[in-house]
């Protein structure tokens, strides 16, 4: 099992000084950096608290390639839909040659309907504008040329600049359960980037399954089996009952925040859930429900031997890599001193 960090922070529980907004990303990548975790995470959010810190993974993406020598710099994710596909191509590669040849991105099709803000008219279709996308972006990224309209509306040939140092760009499809994601994201011959919000690890392991299928049915898969990342809320300590009272708080908060953004997102699907009309009650009866069966099997909450359990059922199912979101409220220096229990779970676990 490979560990890495991920970061999707609530701005809103950020330091009021914002010099010190970034500390654990930065802190934390240089710990990584340093204990041969495999890659750091981070988001693109726009428009609310929840994920606040990382409206651009490129910009985060850079600052960590800048103070890090061998750990991969990946966004978790970009948000396909939002973006001209040599823009993505552009400032990807910056961070490539930055970090030496270590970027790495996860693609999204986006699933809140305000961030569609910067480029509404993807929004309906945004699953195909994902799939195009990240044919473009790897294209782009092989020094390929691009059909792009110009100001006067003539068509140009356009290639990306500076190249990169990578000749393949790796890339990963997020799914948030979807299972016919987890089969595009085969199809395309990509990794896959899920989460355990919203299904359990049995779960999980179907659409594991069916991903392998996908991945091994192409003809140039060439007995690779593709690569599987799963996110998990992650904090260690000595004593379970502890760690419980220690992050109820934050992360229980965390999670209502989520919850709510969630139902959100659904406001104009079928089951059509505002969330402005929930009331608080019920969102603080959705968040304490979340965080009892994320701390007993949803995360790498409690001790190095619990997790360590935790961890081998997630191998058993066929994940490749376990994504420690780590920036759940908790202060930056009580995370920061817990990464070493990290890395002992991470060396049990290897």
């Given at each position: ?221 060439d007995g690779s089996r593709g690569h599987v990342v799963v996110m998990v809320h992650t904090y260690l300590d000595r004593d ?111």
């Amino acid at each position: 099992m490979d560990f890495s960090l991920f970061y999707f922070g609530n701005d809103s529980t950020a330091p009021a000084d914002s010099a010190d907004r970034y500390e654990l990303v930065i802190e934390g990548a240089r710990f990584a950096d340093r204990h041969d975790f495999t890659a750091v995470w981070t988001p693109e959010r726009h428009f609310h608290a929840f994920g606040g810190l990382y409206p651009n993974p490129a910009v985060t993406g850079a600052a960590i390639a800048a103070v890090t020598s061998r750990v991969a710099v990946r966004a978790g994710s970009v948000v396909a839909p939002l973006h001209h596909p040599v823009r993505i191509a552009e400032e990807w590669s910056v961070v490539d040659n930055i970090s030496g040849g270590r970027a790495g991105l996860a693609f999204a099709s986006g699933w809140h309907a305000t961030d569609f803000a910067l480029r509404p008219e993807t929004y309906e279709n945004r699953r195909e504008v994902l799939i195009e996308t990240v044919a473009q972006v790897r294209a782009l990224w092989r020094g390929e040329e691009s059909e792009v309209l110009d100001g006067t509306g003539e068509t140009r040939r356009v290639r990306s600049y500076p190249r990169p140092v990578q000749a393949d760009l790796p890339v990963w499809i997020t799914s948030a359960g979807g299972v016919e994601t987890f089969r595009n994201a085969g199809r395309l011959g990509a990794g896959v980037l899920t989460h355990l919000l919203g299904q359990d690890i049995d779960e999980l392991a179907q659409k594991i399954a069916a991903y392998r299928d996908a991945y091994t049915a192409r003809p140039d898969a060439d007995g690779s089996r593709g690569h599987v990342v799963v996110m998990v809320h992650t904090y260690l300590d000595r004593d379970e009952d502890a760690v419980r009272e220690l992050v109820r708080a934050p992360l229980t908060s965390y999670l209502r925040t989520s919850v709510g953004l969630l139902l959100g997102s659904q406001a104009h699907g079928p089951r059509r859930l505002d969330p402005t009309k929930l009331r608080d009650k019920d969102l603080d009866f959705l968040a304490a429900r979340a965080f009892d069966r994320y701390f007993e099997d949803g995360g790498l909450l409690g001790t190095v031997p619990k997790a360590a359990r935790i961890v081998e059922r997630l191998a058993a199912i066929g994940v490749d890599e376990t994504a420690c979101l780590i920036d759940f409220g908790l202060p930056a220096k009580t995370v920061l001193d817990g990464l070493g229990t990290l890395d002992e779970l991470r060396r049990l676990t290897a």
